[in-house]
């Protein structure tokens, strides 16, 4: 991979140590180690008497725990910078596989997020987060040793723990877990560490690494890129492609100290704790872009990664191209303003739990679909959905299944299907933010569809990022009709047969809203269960009077148990 070049940053020599002072890291403290360890060798070798094994899920809490503890004392201990870089590296390897075998092997399975306990990834954060610790603490004594091989295991000791952070950065989106506090600024700090020494482009051996050599510049610009992207907004298996095309991409890339245009670029900021923005989102979150030059952050210039990627975005298999394209772009972007909100709304989870709120338990008339269908929504206002459940109360019945039985269970379902109280963190024309109870954790994924009750008035959405806080489930969602009904289906089965009625909504999608005030209505398209429906299936959608023969047509819209169809 080629190397990511960076201009040559101002007054190196003051600016270092000035720069390790705001990483407040650890200072030696300790003369001699609680394990009582000597060497590397030693400590090898009281790592393996120990019986914890990496990769055996019984061991790996306690000996992510052993580590952490480990890698604060060598980070304390009074010792030469040879020393400790060597006994740093028996904890990293040991770090590293227990990593592995926590999360990244689980992680990127189909199912293997939902098995690994919330407890055990935030262990393996932890470790990354120390072991960085460790490292920086190393860099800052051996950048006050002369000498050759100093510079060299100083150019390791910042390579080991940037790397570290870079781990950390991409298990957090894999599980929905939000950073540690201080992990970007911390980053970022170390960058301009290495770069006021002029060592981020310094080739650093490294095992675990792919090409077997590592520098600063590409570990940094490859987890900048990967969380510039939004991958929280993906699937495991779409993250793994991310994260494997950021590492491509990082080579052609470049920092920039002073500039005068921010298009087609991300911006960094040595002041705040968060990842590179785009651009062309600065003025719309309303951001000092004084933050984002030197000597306070710089620009990570994107224009030959961006024109490549115009090139690739037009072949029609590179869906997830073509959203970071637009992503990053000076033409795209977020246009509209998030506007911070104290509300308080109710939620609802699941499209059971949408329509049984809105089924009425008996089917609706033909003249009620049929005007659902041809009815126009013109001048509505620029945010909301109109959930309508047509004249009735709220009822009907929808077991685990999505099969519309009416088997008398109208009280445990109504359980089930209960609005959740939650906080409206903020709004913008296109979505909102939501603060979700610690209880929804294991129910809201990227994806899902979710009704939300704000001042009287009901909105259909489906959420697009979600990280999980101590006390809370942070998600945005995204606005996805203007209106939408509740009715039931029949598919057609391969024996020629016709299926239980099945709970479906209606939706009249959103328009083009980018024009302030507006809200233009879109198709009506049909959103149904995944994975019982497909296109080209035939399905028959039930009233009163009688059936209609539908076929279902293209997918236009994909979500955590649902689909949207266009139909005929």
């Known amino acids: 991979m080629p190397q990511a070049p960076t201009q040559t940053a101002p007054q190196k020599a003051a600016v270092a140590p000035d720069l390790f002072a705001r990483l407040r890291l650890p200072q030696p403290s300790l003369d001699v180690l609680t394990c009582a360890c000597a060497n590397e060798n030693q400590l090898h070798d009281w790592l393996a008497k120990q019986g914890l094994h990496p990769y055996q899920p019984a061991h790996q809490l306690r000996l992510a725990g052993l580590l952490v503890s480990l890698a604060g004392e060598i980070a304390r201990w009074h010792n030469s910078g040879q020393q400790r870089l060597a006994m740093l590296e028996v904890v990293r390897e040991y ?141 495991s298996s779409e993250q793994q492609q991310l994260w494997s095309l950021t590492f491509e991409w990082a080579g052609v890339t470049a920092i920039v100290d002073s500039y005068k245009s921010r298009s087609e670029s991300l911006l960094a900021s040595l002041a705040s704790d968060r990842a590179p923005i785009p651009g062309n989102r600065i003025e719309n979150c309303r951001l000092d872009p004084r933050l984002y030059t030197a000597p306070l952050g710089w620009k990570i210039d994107l224009k030959r990664l961006l024109a490549r990627l115009a090139r690739r975005s037009k072949r029609a298999d590179e869906h997830l191209i073509r959203r970071v394209y637009r992503g990053w772009s000076y033409r795209g972007g977020r246009l509209d ?76 379902g109504a359980q089930k299907y209960r609005a959740v109280e939650a906080a409206v963190a903020d709004v913008s024309r296109g979505g909102m933010g939501l603060r979700l109870p610690k209880e929804l954790a294991e129910k809201v994924r990227v994806g899902e569809l979710l009704a939300v009750r704000l001042a009287d008035r009901w909105q259909l959405a489906v959420i697009r990022w979600q990280c999980q806080l101590q006390d809370c489930v942070r998600a945005g969602v995204e606005f996805v009709a203007s209106e939408a009904l509740a009715v039931r289906v029949q598919r057609h089965t391969a024996e020629g047969r016709l299926s239980a009625p099945i709970s479906g909504l209606l939706l009249r999608r959103r328009g083009d809203a980018k024009q302030a005030g507006a809200a233009p209505a879109g198709p009506v398209v049909f959103a149904l269960p995944q994975p019982l429906f497909k296109s080209g299936d035939s399905v028959e959608l039930v009233s009163k009077a009688e059936k209609r023969s539908l076929r279902l047509g293209s997918q236009v819209e994909s979500g955590s148990g649902f689909a949207c169809f266009e139909f005929v």
Not at 134 to 141: C, D, K, N, P, S
Not at 370 to 386: I, K, N, P
Request: aromatic share 4%; net charge positive.
């Open 337 to 412: 303003r998030r506007v911070p909100s104290r509300q308080r709304c109710q939620v609802l989870t699941g499209m059971g739990a949408i329509c049984h709120h809105l089924d009425s338990g008996a089917p609706l008339d033909q003249a009620v679909i049929e005007g659902f269908c041809g009815a126009s929504v013109g001048g509505r206002g620029a945010v909301g959905t109109e959930l309508r459940p047509q004249g009735i109360e709220l009822g009907g019945v929808l077991p685990t299944a999505p099969s519309l039985g009416l088997d008398g269970k109208g009280a445990m």
């Open 95 to 235: 770090a590293l596989a227990c990593v592995d075998g926590i999360a990244l092997r689980r992680g990127d399975q189909p199912k293997g997020r939902a098995q690994v306990p919330q407890i055990a990834v935030r262990a393996a954060m932890r470790l990354l987060q120390q072991l960085a610790l460790a490292y920086g603490a190393l860099a800052g004594q051996l950048r006050q040793e002369s000498g050759l091989l100093a510079r060299r295991r100083n150019a390791c000791a910042l390579q080991r723990a940037v790397d570290a952070y870079r781990r950390l950065l991409q298990l957090g989106p894999l599980f929905a877990l939000a950073t540690p506090r201080d992990t970007w600024r911390n980053l970022q700090l170390l960058v301009q560490v290495a770069r006021a020494q002029k060592l981020e482009t310094r080739a650093v051996r490294d095992r675990h690494h792919p090409q077997r050599r590592d520098r600063v510049a590409n570990a940094y610009m490859q987890v900048a890129l990967f969380a510039a992207a939004n991958p929280g907004q993906l699937g």
